[in-house]
Every structure is written in C-alpha cells, then in structure tokens.
C-alpha cells in the first residue's frame, strides 16, 4: 500500500519558518522514479502547486507566489521530499500535500499525480 506522509505543520507568525517533510513507503516503483511536489488548499479554494522537483532532484519549479521565500528538496535514500519555507505570510495559509508522479517532468496542475499525502495543516498568524 502507497503511503505518502505529510509532517512538519503548525500555527507560526508571519516572518517565521517551517520545514514540512514527506516520507513515502510502498511505492511499486523506486523512490527515485518519482517526480514529486508539493501542493496547497486554502479553505474555498482549489488545489494549487506550490513546488516540485525532478527525480535526481536536479531540476526544482516553484510557484511565483513563493519563490525566494520556499525551497522543495528530497533524499531519495530516505524516500524523503521536504519543503522549507521562510519568511511566511498569512497567505500562506492551507493545508498542505505531497504528491509523486511517474512522469519525468514537473507537473503544475494536480491531475498528473498518481499518490497523494492526507495533508499538513499550515496556519500562519499575522
């Protein structure tokens, strides 16, 4: 069984950091045969992508709402994706969701992923 756990969330103030990490297990295929990446849902609106990373992780995308402000990063021999975010908003506000894909490039929009995390909560207080 496919599990992709989320952790790492919690109530920070704005300016603050947190590191988000999700650990996969019982992929069919290896860690690294995966491209990952990480989306957001704020309360009302749709699943957006935040970042995602290539299989090496030599290639990474970020949103232009987060870019130098967000880092994504993995270690594939700890089956391990994380997301580290700096100096948060409110905006930034949303639960959060790792995601792996077989493909070999770095999809923006959901549907591409083939597993999904049950998500971190992110609440940045102003």
């Known amino acids: 069984q496919v599990q992709l756990v989320e952790s790492g969330g919690g109530l920070v103030q704005a300016g603050g950091s947190l590191r988000l990490s999700c650990a996969a297990s019982g992929l069919i295929y290896t860690f690294s045969s995966h491209t990952l990446g990480w989306f957001r849902q704020a309360p009302g609106k749709e699943r957006e992508f935040v970042a995602g990373?290539?299989?090496?992780?030599?290639?990474?995308w970020l949103a232009d709402s987060v870019k130098g402000r967000f880092t994504i990063s993995r270690d594939n021999a700890k089956k391990t994706v994380y997301l580290q975010m700096n100096n948060l908003k409110p905006e930034d506000t949303a639960v959060y969701y790792c995601a792996a894909d077989l493909s070999t490039t770095i999809a923006v929009v959901p549907g591409p992923y083939d597993y999904w995390g049950q998500g971190t909560q992110v609440t940045v207080s102003s």
């Open positions: 990373i290539s299989r090496s992780g030599g290639n990474t």
